[in-house]
């Protein structure tokens, strides 16, 4: 290309963060639109614009001034990225692809459709249906649009439960998991896929979000093949360019099924900034420009420690540094969020070890030492 | 301390700009200063400020907004640095190390003082003073203050010679150089003090600047850790916390001399950032932040070749990404300045792998695709 291409982001939060900090190495120039003035890309996008990412006219403005767009978050207008792509922007995720994934029923009808394992569902609407596929109880409905991190889930027992959520939902048998995996897969425009060793997250059952995820998963060499290759069936299926996060639950029985895809960078590969050669989001900037794929073994087992806000709301400040930063191989990340509030994701620590007692040793002093707090109470919360 | 602190750099290049990539990482906040609005730094910092470094008042009034003062460039205010040391400011360097190392003059006696070998020299004055000295000859003259990247730097070989520097001027001997070797120190406050492996130099003869460099050093095991223990010398000497570039040279007779000493991340550390698990600029952070220095080993061979404007002035574009991006283990680094010039400074790549013979091929690969040139001609430059 004669000029170098400008990469129009959609959403501003730590995903695009940690892209943006990567992009930067190659000089690369990132527009950003968020509706939060404040969200974590301000300040270090080359252009930040405020805005609703779930408006069409907006979205299209915003990607007018780019040659390439780009996600951090699926809550965007679809329509806005269809016009874009007629308007001859490369975009990605593929808007089709984008269509399919941010509506849970679709999305679960898309891997029956291709063959895909995955957990028993029904599409119900409203209280009759959901009684109507009672079969499938206990299950988890999840409102088929909107939900994250946990939102948009609760769980059904009884069939004559009656505070259920109203609305197109997806009624998902729960399947006895003995693990959840995940695994990224990045595809580029000839159909080459490469994948990275899946991850085993570990959730914390009060806030329901990833506590922290090892990498490798502590699984069998043929499990951990299969579920590689189980991913690479999903984006092949999906069959457009981008980075995949294939959430996926091994079952006590040993089965693999697949919970969901995320078509942008992933919580669950936060590890692979240091434990890779080429990052989830190197891979992803590859994959925009169309340069090859990296490198994505690891350099060695690693973790991922979620840092959680604590100690209530202010300027978040990252305590335990001192206690962290002594052990090699642990790298902090905060997200450059402007206030910490109890329970926010704030950041992550990645570490990493050569055997697993080290690795486990830094986690527990992560966990331990570590905690984002608003930095006017840090004196009474250390 | 019960809030985060603000970090405030003298100097907006590419060094500030490494230093930022990392830095954003653990959310903090840095103010810039440099007198070129599209320096490097602009648009990253999130303070930047537009004004001259050798200016006592300007340099005064920018660090007074912050906690920690550092540089990422030699020629600074030393008077300013002193006065924000009076004011509480935590200063890195100490400007009396500064103050030394800023004059060539100065920063020779200090080696000599500290029985740190280095070539023989004289502080001369004008032609007379310099024929006075002649028995240094061949040697290179070099302006006491102000020089750098080889300007400001001449070579004698005739005591006859008139077209000389005119002012305060060091005349160092030639030395019989088999190798020029870098060594990077980071000292802590409590005096603890970390090296890297030692770095090997090759030179551009025609733009006298380096034009690669490998590491480690290909040189003896107790070469190496001579080098290494010469470094730790010099740092001690200083005697204060930092980051110290120790330059030197290794003579054929297998002595080493120190050369100077920058108080600062330097171009022969940049493949820290991705051969080692805490990269010069990390290190500098941990150094500012009273944090526990970290872990300097590499992970394999790493080689750093720098990317120098060809093609003429432009907006600067990177040519022959895809070809060594196919590469396994290659980090191209943009430094982000808004007008490529031919045989600017522009980026550089790094290089690793286990071997020698890939090392160099993948070195091979880079000099021979990968070029800056300006994007509006990248179609002749093709």
């Given at each position: 290309m004669a000029t170098v291409p400008v990469i129009a982001l959609l959403g501003g939060g730590q995903l695009g963060r940690m892209f943006i900090e990567n992009a930067l190495r190659y000089g690369h120039v990132v527009h950003v639109l968020d509706p939060?003035?404040?969200?974590?890309?301000a300040g270090i996008a080359h252009r930040f614009v405020v805005g609703d990412l779930t408006d069409r006219e907006t979205v299209v403005r915003f990607g007018a001034a780019a040659d390439i767009i780009g996600i951090e978050?699926?809550?965007?207008n679809v329509d806005g990225l269809e016009d874009l792509k007629q308007l001859g922007k490369r975009v990605v995720p593929a808007p089709h692809v984008l269509r399919t994934i941010q509506d849970k029923g679709l999305q679960k009808q898309f891997y029956v459709q291709h063959g895909i394992p995955t957990a028993p569902f029904a599409l119900v609407n409203g209280i009759e249906e959901i009684r109507a596929a009672?079969?499938?109880?206990?299950a988890f409905l999840k409102?088929?649009?909107?939900?994250y991190d946990g939102k948009g889930v609760m769980r059904v027992d009884?069939?004559?439960?009656?505070?259920l959520f109203e609305g197109p939902c997806m009624l998902e048998q729960c399947v006895d998991i003995a693990l959840e995996l995940a695994v990224l897969v990045v595809r580029d425009d000839n159909g080459v896929q490469v994948t990275y060793d899946s991850v085993e997250m570990v959730f914390?059952?009060?806030?329901?979000?990833?506590d922290h995820l090892q990498a490798?998963?502590?699984?069998?060499a043929e499990t951990a093949a299969h579920a590689r290759a189980l991913a690479d069936r999903v984006a092949n299926a999906f069959g457009e360019p981008g980075l995949y996060a294939v959430e996926m639950f091994l079952t006590r029985s040993g089965e693999l099924l697949v919970n969901e895809t995320a078509p942008r960078a992933h919580n669950?590969?936060?590890?692979?900034?240091?434990?890779?050669?080429?990052s989830q989001f190197d891979q992803l900037l590859r994959c925009y420009m169309q340069w090859p794929l990296g490198d994505t073994r690891l350099r060695s087992l690693a973790a991922m420690v979620n840092l959680v806000g604590s100690g209530?709301?202010?300027?978040p400040m990252l305590m335990g540094a001192e206690e962290v930063l002594a052990l090699p191989g642990t790298f902090p990340h905060l997200y450059g969020k402007a206030e910490t509030r109890s329970g926010r994701k704030m950041g992550h620590v990645t570490v990493m070890a050569q055997d697993q007692q080290t690795l486990e040793l830094a986690i527990h002093t992560v966990r331990e030492q570590c905690r984002v707090v608003p930095a006017t109470t840090s004196a009474h919360a250390k």
């Open positions: 939060d003035p404040k969200a974590p890309c978050i699926e809550q965007v009672s079969r499938l109880l206990p409102t088929r649009t909107g939900g009884d069939p004559a439960s009656t505070d914390d059952p009060v806030l329901n979000l990833v490798p998963a502590r699984i069998p669950s590969g936060h590890h692979t900034i240091e434990a890779c050669a080429s209530g709301t202010g300027q």
